[in-house]
């Protein structure tokens, strides 16, 4: 089941924060954070691990809830360099010894100067 | 190694017609999935391979769809009698996963395939 992103757009001003939500039904696994520029592949930001581990990345970090099956992404700063769709995939056991990478339909972020 | 390459980058083909994409992935991943993405939409899973061997195909996946990674290494996914709907971009990742980190190491993404069906 794909992981429900929120929320679908923000537009920013240069140097304001954002959070970004992501939540799942299932039981995860791992988060993982990408960003996709308009005509690019999606680009790795971070995975985040059972235990509500906090990871950052310069100026972007993400929390995971593994008992609310949420995670979310901080924006500090933002940079125009920000600007792009960002995904959450979410890694499940899907059965039969079998673990699945879904992605939400993705946030939309653009800063402005 | 230069990352996750997929051929072609663009196909344009007529509605009813088979094609066949390919993905190689970074040399020492032995997983390699297929996503689907539309305009506005996230990466939609369509399968992946642990090695040589396929675990999971999407229940939403149509039998007109096929993929295959025989060696362990490069991977191809073949559409046949293709619909104006499977218009897409058809995105290839990787990643190294073992039993102690599973599918905690990030995935690689290649550029994908523009599909066109007119």
């Known amino acids: 089941q794909q992981p429900v992103q929120s929320p679908q757009a923000v537009i920013l001003r240069e140097g304001e924060d954002a959070v970004i939500n992501c939540s799942s039904s299932k039981a995860l696994y791992s988060v993982h954070w990408y960003r996709q520029k308009h005509g690019e592949a999606p680009v790795f930001l971070m995975i985040?691990?059972?235990?509500?581990e906090q990871k950052g990345h310069d100026k972007i970090s993400a929390s995971f809830n593994e008992k609310k099956q949420q995670s979310s992404l901080y924006l500090t700063a933002s940079q125009l360099s920000y600007s792009g769709t960002y995904f959450c995939g979410t890694a499940a056991y899907s059965g039969a010894g079998s673990y699945q990478l879904t992605f939400g339909k993705g946030t939309k972020l653009s800063v402005i100067p | 190694d230069t990352g996750v390459s997929q051929n072609p980058r663009h196909k344009i083909t007529k509605r009813g017609q088979n094609v066949t994409f390919r993905c190689d992935p970074i040399?020492?991943?032995?997983?390699l999935y297929w996503y689907r993405q539309t305009l506005g939409q996230g990466p939609e899973f369509l399968t992946y391979?642990?090695?040589?061997?396929?675990?999971?195909k999407s229940r939403l996946l149509s039998d007109r769809f096929s993929a295959e990674r025989p060696k362990g290494s490069f991977s191809t996914l073949e559409i046949q009698r293709t619909e104006q709907g499977d218009s897409a971009m058809y995105l290839c990742?990787?990643?190294?996963?073992?039993?102690?980190?599973?599918?905690?190491?990030?995935?690689?993404f290649g550029q994908g395939t523009r599909l066109t069906v007119v």
């Open positions: 391979f642990q090695n040589e061997a396929q675990l999971e």
């Open positions: 990742a990787s990643s190294l996963a073992s039993f102690t980190t599973g599918l905690n190491t990030e995935a690689f």
């Open positions: 985040l691990l059972k235990g509500g």
């Open positions: 040399s020492e991943h032995n997983r």
